[in-house]
Structures are given as structure tokens and as C-alpha cells.
């Protein structure tokens, strides 16, 4: 259900939508920057090395495995970083749900069984536009707002929040 009132004084736009794989694999795409591959695995490989350095002084084996073991679920955990984030979503109580979607102009909230956000627009501090959505940071956090659940007035009514703030 989308509903859609559009004046010249005031903005509001509503809809509905599941929380399902293919929304939050386009969150992740969308936000998630991947790092440079040798800075990404220097954690693992630091866990590898202090782990392995134990075990060949022989102070605690069970200490030195378990800390190697933890290196290679960090290059694990970097290697398959969407599946990995895709399977956490997917477990959390909040997939499958349904949520709800509202821009007007006091910001952009969020609801649904588990959360309930409301982004301000004054609050963000910039809007990025990409080809299926728009990323909305604020205080250093990214918010990911997908085109799939707009029409074409709320894809214009963000933009002009964007240019706003640009």
C-alpha cells in the first residue's frame, strides 16, 4: 500500500515493505565499502601469528588454537563479508517482518515489529544518490533508504533534501 500527498507547503509518503534477502542484500551493497584486501586481513593475520607464537612456546595449547581459530574466522568473516552479513540478517528476528516506511518533512522513520527510527532531516549531514538508492549519513552512521520502495515524487522530494544539504 503506498499513498502518496504532495502540496507545495508539505511532503508525505508512506509504504509498506518486507524485510526479506533481496532488501538486505541491496543494503549491503549499497553501504558497505570493502576494504583494501591487505589492510582488511591484517586482524586475522595478526590473531594467525600470536596464536601460532604460543603454540610453539607451549604456555596454554588450548589459549593458542582458540586464538588461531579466531584469526581464520576474521579472514573467513572478511573473504565472504556479503553471505556472512546476509546470514546474520536473515537469522535476526527482525527478517520476514514487515515495515514501514514514512518521508515527510520532519525526516524519514522507519518502523517496524522490532524497530523504530525516525532520521531528521536536519540530523543528516549528507545524501548520496546511487543508482538504486540513496544513503543518508548522519553523525557517522550510514542509513540506506532504497528506490525500490519510492515513487517518483519521493525519489525527487530526497534529492531536494540532498541538494539542501550539498
Known amino acids: 500500500m503506498t499513498m502518496t500527498a504532495s502540496s507545495h507547503s508539505s511532503f508525505y509518503y508512506s509504504t509498506h515493505f518486507i524485510l526479506d534477502k533481496a532488501y538486505y542484500g541491496e543494503c549491503f551493497d549499497a553501504s558497505v565499502t570493502q576494504d583494501v584486501p591487505r589492510t582488511a586481513y591484517a586482524k586475522a593475520l595478526g590473531f594467525l601469528l600470536v596464536g601460532l607464537a604460543l603454540l610453539l612456546t607451549g604456555v596454554n595449547a588450548y589459549a593458542s588454537w582458540f586464538i588461531i581459530a579466531l584469526g581464520v574466522l576474521e579472514a573467513l ?54 543508482t538504486t538508492g540513496f544513503l543518508l549519513l548522519s553523525s557517522g552512521q550510514k542509513h540506506y533508504l532504497s528506490k525500490r520502495f519510492l515513487d517518483k515524487d519521493s525519489c525527487e522530494f530526497v534529492r531536494q533534501k540532498g541538494a539542501i544539504k550539498g
Open 77 to 130: 568473516s572478511i573473504k565472504f563479508k556479503r553471505p556472512w552479513y546476509l546470514a546474520r540478517q536473515m537469522m535476526s528476528k527482525a527478517a520476514g517482518n514487515e515495515a514501514s516506511l514514512t518521508l515527510d518533512e520532519q525526516g524519514v522513520k522507519t518502523e517496524s515489529l522490532y524497530v523504530k527510527q525516525l532520521l531528521l532531516w536536519d540530523d543528516i549531514d549528507t545524501i548520496q544518490e546511487t
